[in-house]
């Protein structure tokens, strides 16, 4: 199995990556770091192809899309092009079923950007680009204007959806013909403040999930796939009664067998785990457990659903855990990656480890790893507020 790590390297954003790190994990959970492509600004979220022979990224604070082959035998990425999205600090991308267009959520100029893909999977200029509509939220730092944070298509295929930090909305849209086309309902609402920021569906259910950065918490959707309408039915907190401090919600997954639903707490520095319930998708808080590190700006559930892995972006570490079978409970196991400023995982081929090990590290990555424990251990006895 390859693993593809991204991070943030520029000083504007606080970044001490190098650029994308490709690791080789062997059967026995050994991580091998086989390639650094260098030379990239903030390489964030990652979105492949189906095939796992295409990787596109986008490069945040930044106006730049890249699209990247992927060796099958190597795990090698090799650049195919970049382009720019249409906007200012693309977060997050999509591809849609057919594989011919990848939509882009621009943040930083309150956009959605359909560019049309190549045979070979290069990436072209923008043949759409949505400027989003609404009213800027309460938190005059965060929501001065239209900040759309994530992009996903519904199971279908036939929808995309666009949580909009600024705007406090989800916006829906209909694509037809690589063209994106508002629903009847157009968005749905959050509460003043609450600051939507990425969002998963069931895997099973009609039922979509939001979480919100700024009041931590996760809305509950009823979803009409006929016509693409969300119908809230739930909000539920991410955070235990007794912390006070500081938090913003970061990541959100639901398990492949639609039994958990997990975000990541910054602040807490969590993973909130939530029972889902087996009838409706409503959502019961369980438990959280430490992510051992600080700020887990993203995790990802590995293939075979047996372990997942945290990007703790202040600490400049990967965490590998077990997820434990019954409860799907995280359960830490010691396996930490050394990677600057980490903020996007993927995952390509099938030999996942069953047993995850000490990657081989340098007495250097030994010296800065009690290092990112100390900051750890020093931020969360101070609560991070």
Known sequence: MFAYIGGYTTPDRDGRGNGINVYDVASNGRWTRIQTVGGLENPSLFTLNKAQTRLYSVHGGRSLVSAFSIDPKSGHLTMLNQVDPGGGNPVDSALDPTERFLVVANYGTGTVAVLPLGENGELNPPS????????????????????????????SGQFVIVPDKGFDKTFIFRFEDGRLTPTAQAAVGARPGAAPRHATFHPTKPVLYVNNELNSTVSVYDWNAETGEATEKQIVGTLPPAYTGHNTTAEIAASPDGRVLYVSNRGQDSIAFFDIHSQNGTLGYSAYTSTGGVRPRFFALGPGYKHAYVANQDSDTVVVMDIEPKHGRFIHTGVRVNVGSPSAISFVGTNYPERPQRPAVTRREQSEEKRGWLKSFVSLARGRG
């Open 128 to 155: 759409q680009l949505v400027t989003l509509q609404g009213r800027p939220g309460p938190n005059p730092k965060e929501q001065a204007a239209s900040h759309p944070h994530g992009v996903i298509f519904d199971p």
